[in-house]
C-alpha cells in the first residue's frame, strides 16, 4: 500500500508520466483450483528507482546509500562500473554491453587531447624536457600533423585551408 500512495504522487506530481513508464499485462494465476485472470501493472526503472528514493525502510535506506555512492562516483570521476558484472558476462537471453563498453574506451583513448596529455607525461621524465623549448614545440606540431593525417588523410594546414570561409566572421574557424 504504502508504495502504491509513493506511485500516486509519482504521477501527481508531474515526475513521470504513467502511460510512458507503466503498462498492465494480463496475468493467469491458478487460485484455488480455478485459473484467474488478473490485469497487473509493471513498472519501468525510472519509476523503480523514484519509489527508492521515496521508501522510508531500511530497504530504503540500504538502496539511497547504494545509490547516493553510484552518484558521488559518477560526479567525481565521470565514470561509474560494476566491476563484478562486467567480469562475470550475463546469461544467455541477457544483453551484454561488455563490447560496447570496450569500444567507448577505444574512442575515449584515441582522442587528441589524451594522446598529447600522454606524450607530455612521458616526455617530462626526459631530464632536458622543456615545453618551451623550440624543439619541444616543433616536435608537437609535427605529432599533431601526424595524428591528423591518420584520423583524416589531410594535415593541419591542410584542413585549415579546406574549412576556412571568408562570408563567416574570423572566416569560420573557431577554437
Request: hydrophobic content about 35%.
Amino acid at each position: 500500500q504504502n508504495v502504491t500512495l509513493h506511485l500516486k504522487a509519482i504521477y501527481a506530481e508531474g515526475e513521470m508520466d504513467e502511460a510512458a513508464t507503466c503498462k498492465e499485462y494480463l496475468q493467469v494465476r491458478t487460485e484455488g483450483g480455478r485459473q484467474i485472470a488478473r490485469a497487473l501493472k509493471h513498472y519501468s526503472l525510472p519509476v523503480i528507482l523514484a519509489v527508492g528514493y521515496r521508501v522510508r525502510s531500511h530497504r530504503g535506506t540500504q538502496f539511497r546509500q547504494w545509490a547516493t555512492a553510484r552518484l558521488n562516483e559518477y560526479l567525481v570521476k565521470g565514470f561509474t562500473m560494476d566491476d563484478e558484472r562486467l567480469k562475470n558476462p550475463p546469461g544467455k537471453g541477457h544483453t551484454d554491453y561488455f563490447d560496447e563498453l570496450l569500444e567507448r574506451i577505444r574512442d575515449i583513448r584515441s582522442s587528441e587531447r589524451r594522446v598529447y596529455l600522454r606524450v607530455r607525461e612521458i616526455l617530462a621524465l626526459a631530464a632536458d624536457y622543456s615545453p618551451s623549448d623550440p624543439e619541444t614545440q616543433v616536435f608537437f606540431q609535427a605529432v599533431q600533423n601526424k595524428l591528423h593525417f591518420a584520423a583524416t588523410g589531410k594535415t593541419a594546414p591542410e584542413l585549415i585551408a579546406e574549412r576556412a570561409n571568408s562570408a563567416q566572421p574570423n572566416m569560420g574557424l573557431t577554437a
